[in-house]
């Protein structure tokens, strides 16, 4: 095997890995509609670092670390976007909205 193909395939399977790592955990937040125990901070932290890579991906033109920096990306988004949905006050919030 080609010496390039196989870091191409390591570096691939290791963003992949690193990609779908939260995608547990989103999928408990959306069935449980909970997001408390979720750190806003950590994922702030996480999406500043994966918005650095993907600009680093872009400037090097690797395609592998844009792809699935991009798809951590927009998983990281979605799990800020529910952690704010779902933050306790806000569910009662919405218990007096259709009380």
Do not use: H
């Not at 193909?5 to 909970?34: D, N, V």
């Not at 650095?52 to 988004?77: E, R």
């Amino acid at each position: 095997m080609d010496e390039r193909l196989l870091i191409q395939i390591i570096g691939i399977s290791a963003g992949i890995c690193t990609a779908s790592s939260l995608l547990p955990q989103l999928i408990k937040t959306l069935k449980k509609k909970e997001a408390e125990d979720i750190s806003l901070i950590m994922l702030i932290i996480l999406l500043t670092g994966l918005g650095l890579w993907m600009a680093y991906g872009f400037l090097k033109k690797d395609i592998p670390i844009v792809v699935t920096n991009c798809f951590s990306f927009i998983i990281n988004v979605l799990l800020i976007f529910l952690r704010i949905k779902y933050k306790k006050g806000n569910k009662d919030a919405q218990a007096a909205l259709n009380s």
